[in-house]
Antibody, heavy 119, light 107 residues
Framework: QVQLVQSGAEVRKPGASVKVSCTASGYTFNRHLIMWVRQAPGQGLECMGVTNPGGPYTTFAPRFQGRVSVTRDTSTTTLFLELSSLTFEDTAFYYC????????????WGQGTRVTVSS | EIVVTQSPGTLSLSPGERATLSCRASQSVSSSYLAWYQQKPGQAPRLLIHGASNRAAGVPDRFSGTGSATEFTLIISSLEPEDSATYYCQQYGSSLYIFGQGTKLDI
């Protein structure tokens, strides 16, 4: 069955970087885009970017460009979202989600990774 | 840039009642890319409706979606207590996917 499993919670200081992993299984990895979504405490969902795992190539939302990147472990089906120059406003849950070309929507989601930025 | 606006922000209804949630886009969008998600506290979002009106696998038939162009609606025909959640619509624009701000439904 399709699964997206994310790495565990992280705590970082302001100015540091954090790396969140998303490991996919149960489908052909390169055939489905992955969306990265951020949800600050008590807030809504925000699309940070969309990754084509084949590259990986990512289109990022303008407000994140310059301090976010996505890499891939080529020996596995794992993507890594790295966010640098963290501020308190980066405290949030981060989700990865799989795009379905059949439904043009995101049909499977990771469980989320909580990132806390605290001094 | 497309802006997606949901209303109302909060909706309080009783079991058995009908819920109508609205999603408006700032410009005409493709129905193919209009999706609705349900999110319960402490959980990841769950796909409910895709292509504006198609229920995802396993979604009860009390959930339905309609609309086109700039106006879309999610209807829950007879509310169950487990429908308490926040509902988000999502549209595609400029190579990214844009969420509305959500409607919190309290049963």
């Amino acid at each position: 069955q399709v699964q997206l499993v994310q790495s565990g919670a992280e705590v970082r200081k302001p100015g540091a970087s954090v790396k969140v992993s998303c490991t996919a299984s149960g489908y052909t990895f390169n055939r489905h885009l992955i969306m990265w979504v951020r949800q600050a405490p008590g807030q809504g969902l925000e699309c940070m970017g969309v990754t084509n795992p084949g590259g990986p190539y990512t289109t990022f939302a303008p407000r994140f460009q310059g301090r976010v990147s996505v890499t891939r472990d080529t020996s596995t089906t794992t993507l890594f979202l790295e966010l640098s120059s963290l501020t308190f406003e980066d405290t949030a849950f981060y989700y990865c989600a799989r795009f379905s070309g059949d439904s043009y929507s995101f049909d499977y989601w990771g469980q989320g990774t909580r990132v806390t930025v605290s001094s | 840039e497309i802006v997606v606006t949901q209303s109302p922000g909060t909706l309080s209804l009783s079991p058995g009642e009908r819920a109508t949630l609205s999603c408006r886009a700032s410009q005409s969008v493709s129905s193919s890319y209009l999706a609705w998600y349900q999110q319960k506290p402490g959980q990841a979002p769950r796909l409910l409706i895709h292509g504006a009106s198609n229920r995802a696998a396993g979604v009860p038939d009390r959930f339905s979606g309609t609309g086109s162009a700039t106006e879309f609606t999610l209807i829950i025909s007879s509310l169950e207590p487990e429908d308490s959640a926040t509902y988000y619509c999502q549209q595609y624009g400029s190579s990214l996917y844009i969420f509305g701000q959500g409607t919190k439904l309290d049963i």
